[in-house]
């Protein structure tokens, strides 16, 4: 028997010759590790073997299960080798109603070194569409990894010289690369890209036979890179992106996007401090630094606009903050915070009175836009401890703490919508019933990094956090206690603007969260408008300068959005359902356990123990009935939200609108029966459109030396595929049968 790799030759008769060549015939060729009942193997009539080189053989044919298959092959040829080989892959065979019989998948694997290799396909439509693809993988250790795959296609419908023909070009690029973590400390490279045409995915096989991939509208790629100067806490981050939407063939460049991070430091602080810390020594700065350069436009366009169609800036921001007690139970933290952003362009817009229409026009140049704000913070912490009445709680309980975070804060910022700051302009014009009228614009609309708002604010914060936890005996142990969250978070926060005339106050926001268990945390954001609808003087509905409490209401409810997953398996359920089983199952191990060791003690002749030596391996459940596991998981995630519906007419009694609830369900689940059988699924439902989401199942088998796999997509593009496969990486392409379902229009299974 010639063994490599995990092929095996056997034969009924063979003969050795000086050389060490072996000469059999009735042979047995497969990959299939059960050398006396193989699942599946060639039958070979004739063979010569060179262990460790080669084997040649004569007239074969297939047998898969012990049935010989009407496939036969005059010759063949199998090389031994230990190091990577080159060699042919075999294409698959198939129909497509708008492009005809096809050969695809089929082409040549150059194995280059054990450090990258490369595979090179091509697919061939009978109605003269074709495509040419390149697959590269490469790993050197220590230093990088990663995989190049390029593909380029033409693809041609309908017929020539008439109005149906089309012929169209597409491409597609992927490239991953990941540095490894060892290579350098202080500096990281990263690259995932992914691009394509906007038509690729419609026109591909490959991808009208993935679901997921043919319903992903939206592609990004990025390049990374990162040093770090740990000497100076000083970090330097670089970003390439490109976001690609196939739907409308919109493009989305960033290049580059540069980061520089100086981490905090204190700049009064003294070398060498003696004595008591100073107050000016806790002053700490930062400064973050952003250049962006990028531009939103068509792919097709992408390589036809100029420079100065790209929108660029760069944003410097450096915070200055410091931390005081006072009395030494307040805390109160002033800071600063100055931002100045540099564009190279200005926006200046006219009236054009004759064609009365706005002119805008672009004023290259070095532009300074800054804005700076200062606040001060001030908060403590409150505790309240209440102990319950044993006589109505029990001892169990130990106590309940109670703690309140009020907060109040002060922050304020100059008017730099001032003319005299130049960030903004305005225009006159004379409308049609002769009045003049002027429009204020910024001169840096459309700009990166924005411009600083309009108006003079002097802000007056107010909030508050309450959290309450129990304190309770321990079950486990008597001398111990466990704290458990009765409230995790429950905050209200709400803003008073001293110099806004209208509207001053903000809205009321509020957070509960609660720790249902320790993986689960439940979140609930509330909003609660301040100020009450009311009518212009044209009938419309505004938000007037009256607040809801001088009606006597508390606030208008805007609306909530949250979301709930969990996950179900066998662990879960159990823990759901059968923990009153715990000691029942405990006390049924433990007497099986000694009926057992009875019933070993007993044996003695060496029948017995060869029973034993054949089913020790076997599991055993506490009913005494062999074990059976089902490993099993569901996927539940479901998301809504409740909001004002303003389309609809509103209540003139409450002035309220009606809430519109919007939600949706998915679903995704996987079963595995036995250890060969594997059957996944997912699915989901929105409720408001009353629509199942796409649809799809899996189900896959393990047949030792074979795989099969089965497909199904029920929404919204019906389809279905059936695979049958060889294991083996030498015979994957060459031992498989694929079976799917035309790709041209949905399957109809009426």
């Not at 209440?386 to 008017?415: C, M, N, Q």
């Amino acid at each position: 028997m010639s063994h490599n790799k995990a092929r095996y030759i056997t034969s009924q008769e063979s003969k050795k010759n000086a050389n060490d060549e072996i000469f059999l015939t009735r042979g047995r060729y497969t990959t299939c590790d059960n050398h006396a009942h193989p699942h599946f193997y060639l039958q070979l009539s004739m063979a010569k073997v060179k262990p460790k080189k080669n084997a040649v053989f004569g007239p074969a044919n297939l047998v898969v299960g012990d049935v010989p298959l009407p496939i036969a092959i005059p010759f063949g040829f199998f090389p031994f080798t230990s190091s990577y080989s080159s060699g042919f892959i075999m294409p698959t065979y198939g129909y497509d109603n708008n492009r005809g019989f096809y050969l695809r998948d089929g082409g040549y694997y150059f194995a280059i070194s054990d450090k990258m290799d490369l595979k090179v396909l091509g697919e061939l439509f009978t109605k003269g569409s074709w495509g040419l693809s390149a697959q590269s993988n490469y790993n050197k250790r220590y230093k990088y990894s990663g995989s190049f795959n390029g593909s380029y296609m033409i693809t041609k419908t309908g017929d020539q010289n008439l109005p149906d023909y089309s012929v169209t070009k597409d491409f597609r690029i992927s490239w991953s690369h990941r540095q490894d973590q060892k290579a350098n400390p202080n500096s990281t490279f990263s690259a995932n890209v992914n691009f394509a045409t906007s038509s690729y995915d419609r026109r591909s096989l490959s991808s009208l036979y993935n679901p997921q991939q043919f319903s992903n509208n939206v592609k990004t790629s990025s390049v990374n890179y990162s040093r770090t100067f740990p000497d100076i806490g000083l970090t330097l981050s670089s970003t390439f992106n490109i976001e690609q939407n196939t739907r409308d063939s919109s493009i989305s460049v960033r290049l580059p996007d540069l980061d520089i991070n100086l981490a905090r430091f204190y700049p009064f602080k003294r070398k060498k401090a003696v004595g008591q810390e100073k107050w000016y020594e806790k002053i700490s700065v930062q400064y973050t630094g952003r250049l962006t350069n990028s531009i939103r436009t068509k792919d097709n366009l992408i390589l036809k606009k100029g420079i100065s169609s790209w929108t660029n800036g760069m944003q410097h921001s450096i915070p200055v903050s410091a931390t005081f007690n006072l009395f030494k139970y307040i805390n109160v933290v002033p800071s600063l915070n100055y931002t100045e952003r540099w564009y190279l362009k200005k926006l200046n817009q006219n009236y054009n009175q004759e064609t009365q229409t706005v002119e805008k026009t672009y004023e290259n140049g070095f532009y300074r836009v800054y804005n700076y704000d200062t606040s001060l913070d001030i908060n403590t912490k409150l505790y309240g401890f209440y102990k319950p009445w044993k006589k109505l709680f029990g001892d169990k309980i130990e106590a309940i703490r109670h703690v309140v975070t009020p907060r109040i804060g002060f922050s304020y910022s100059p008017d730099f919508g001032s003319l005299d700051y130049g960030y903004y302009g305005q225009y006159s014009y004379t409308d049609k019933y002769g009045q003049v009228d002027s429009v204020r614009y910024s001169h840096f609309e459309g700009a990166p990094f924005g411009v600083p708002g309009s108006g003079r604010s002097g802000v007056v914060n107010f909030g508050i956090d309450n959290n309450i936890e129990m304190k309770v005996k321990s079950d486990k142990d008597s001398t111990g206690v466990k704290k458990i969250s009765l409230i995790d978070q429950l905050s209200a926060n709400i803003s008073y603007n001293t110099a806004a005339k209208y509207q001053p106050w903000s809205d009321l926001s509020m957070n509960l969260r609660l720790k249902l268990t320790k993986s689960y945390t439940f979140n609930m954001n509330a909003s609660f408008a301040t100020y009450a609808y009311t009518f212009d003087k044209s009938g419309n509905v505004i938000v007037g300068n009256r607040t809801e409490w001088s009606y006597g209401r508390f606030g208008r409810f805007r609306g909530y959005s949250g979301s709930f997953a969990y996950t179900l398996n066998n662990e879960t359920w159990t823990k759901l359902f059968k923990k009153g089983d715990k000691e029942e199952d405990k006390e049924k191990k433990d007497n099986k356990a000694l009926e057992d060791q009875d019933e070993e003690t007993d044996m003695k002749d060496e029948e017995n123990k060869s029973n034993i030596r054949k089913t020790e391996n076997a599991k055993i459940d506490p009913d005494g009935y062999l074990a059976f596991k089902m490993p099993w998981s569901i996927n539940l995630s479901y998301s809504y939200s409740i909001a004002e519906d303003r389309r609809k007419q509103i209540n003139i009694k409450s002035m309220r609108y009606p809430y519109s609830v919007t939600h949706s369900l998915n679903v995704n689940g996987n079963i595995k029966l036995g250890s060969r059988w594997n059957i996944s699924g997912t699915s989901g439902y929105d409720f408001n459109t009353k629509e199942v989401s796409m649809t799809s199942f899996n189900i896959t088998r393990d047949l030792h030396c074979f795989t099969m796999s089965c497909g199904v997509v029920l929404k919204p593009f019906t389809s279905y595929n059936f695979s049958i496969r060889a294991l083996s990486g030498m015979l994957t392409d060459a031992l498989k049968w694929d079976q799917r379902s035309n790709t041209g229009s949905a399957v109809n299974w009426y």
